[in-house]
């Protein structure tokens, strides 16, 4: 018990000196050891590779898990070392609405089998969402967390240390300052035998106590010489204290160019686990365009004839079709219409916009214009659209300004 006191007392006394020495250098009261400059550089980096590990760990755990309620429940799971429990995907749970959806409408009408069809496939996605976001977890966000959680606070508690080590010998150079010109000032006292006059001559009493004088003088010279001597001995010893650690923190430092090339090669495979994510996603949306076609061929064509004559215009292509994809190629060019009695009647400068049936159209790609009837176009540019009877259900007429001509409709999407 009482070394456990007499412990507590010194750990005390440590620590107030240490926060004396701590407040005089803020306050400029105190000399400070600056670390060398290698030294400085790599806690520098190290600290801003904290601070971008951290942020890029947790706007992955957003990207991957955008829901917080979600990340508070892993959190906890992994704090208590418990396993995750398995949490179903939004592209999973949608293909199952889908697919019960189905059942009441009844899977043999052209509605039911869709929803069916697109119900499995989106199920398809969630199991790739799935699969990419446990290869995530496991290449990139394990290996970031690791070293936030475990390297960095080895080298945050070495450099604690290494503060403190600081401290200890900057306190031991102020301590042995102050012995030294204590020593000094000591030496420094006036002789009384000295500066007394030759023929002065002391009584026995004076004289004794004359000889105690320089007997203390004698003595506080020793003391303080014996001070300095216990000062100098705590410096070497703090000293080599001091560089032992700042040795130990700067290969813990110089570590950090290991994380990097490890943390590249995670980064490395968290973009190939993306990659082919979204390639699993391009083909399963491929597939499914492909299916939807051929199954419903005759369906949505009729939809669409049905609503182009409620509303005077042919329809335009799907925003969803191949032709709308980055780095889809433009359609080919309909045929010219030939119907000798759209020939012979429709006539470009005689045509008049409808009263009711116009409608806005983006141009998907440039187009030019074959002969004097048609109009060119320019991709991305919006234009009126508009049929008249007669004419080639491929075809509209298309004005911009001033100028009106005949226009494909594959190279355009009807905006209302």
């Known amino acids: ?60 755990e957003v990207l991957l898990q955008p829901n917080p309620s979600a990340r508070i429940e892993e959190f906890f799971y992994e704090k208590l070392d418990r396993k995750i429990p398995s949490r179903i ?91 030294k010109l204590a020593e000094a000032k000591a030496a420094a006292a006036p002789d009384f035998q000295e500066t007394r006059p030759r023929n002065y001559v002391l009584s026995a009493s004076a004289s004794a106590l004359d000889s105690e004088v320089d007997s203390s003088l004698i003595d506080r010279e020793k003391l303080w010489s014996e001070e300095v001597d216990k000062a100098e001995h705590e ?32 980064l490395h495979e968290f973009v190939e686990a993306q990659a082919a994510y979204y390639t699993q996603c391009h083909k399963h949306m491929q597939d499914l365009q492909k299916e939807l076609s051929s199954a419903s061929g005759d369906t949505f064509p009729n939809a669409f004839a049905v609503n182009a004559s409620t509303s005077g215009v042919s329809a335009g292509p799907s925003p969803l079709s191949a032709a709308t994809l980055p780095g889809a190629s433009p359609p080919s060019r309909p045929p010219n219409p030939s119907n000798a009695l759209e020939s012979s009647t429709l006539k470009i400068e005689e045509v008049k ?51 009106k001509g005949k226009v494909p409709v594959t190279y355009l999407e009807l905006l209302s």
């Open 1 to 60: 018990m009482d070394f456990n006191v007499k412990k507590l007392a010194s750990d005390a006394g440590v620590f107030f000196t240490r926060a004396v020495q701590y407040t005089e250098e803020k306050l400029g009261q105190a000399e400070k050891t600056e670390l060398d400059a290698h030294l400085e550089n790599l806690i520098a980096r190290a600290d801003c590779t904290k601070n971008w590990t951290e942020k890029i760990f947790r706007q992955t």
């Open 353 to 403: 916009p409808p009263s009711t049936g116009t409608r806005k159209a983006k141009v998907l790609y440039d187009y030019d214009a074959a002969d004097t009837s048609e109009l060119s176009l320019l991709a991305d540019e919006l234009i009126t659209v508009y049929t008249v009877p007669g004419m080639d259900p491929d075809w509209l007429i298309g004005e911009r300004g001033n100028l």
């Open 89 to 179: 995907t939004n592209a999973e749970l949608l293909g199952q609405y889908m697919q019960d959806a189905a059942k009441e409408f009844g899977a043999g009408t052209p509605y039911g089998s869709t929803l069916i069809t697109v119900g499995e496939f989106q199920r398809r996605l969630g199991g790739a969402e799935r699969e990419f976001l446990q290869m995530s977890a496991i290449n990139f966000l394990t290996p970031l967390r690791n070293f936030l959680e475990g390297d960095w606070k080895t080298i945050s508690k070495e450099r604690r240390l290494l503060e403190n080590r600081r401290l200890d010998l900057d306190v031991c150079k102020a301590r042995l300052k102050k012995a």
């Open 235 to 266: 410096l070497r010893v703090a000293q080599t204290e001091f560089d032992r650690q700042a040795e130990v923190t700067r290969l813990l430092l110089e570590g950090i160019s290991s994380t990097h090339v490890n943390h590249l090669r995670c």
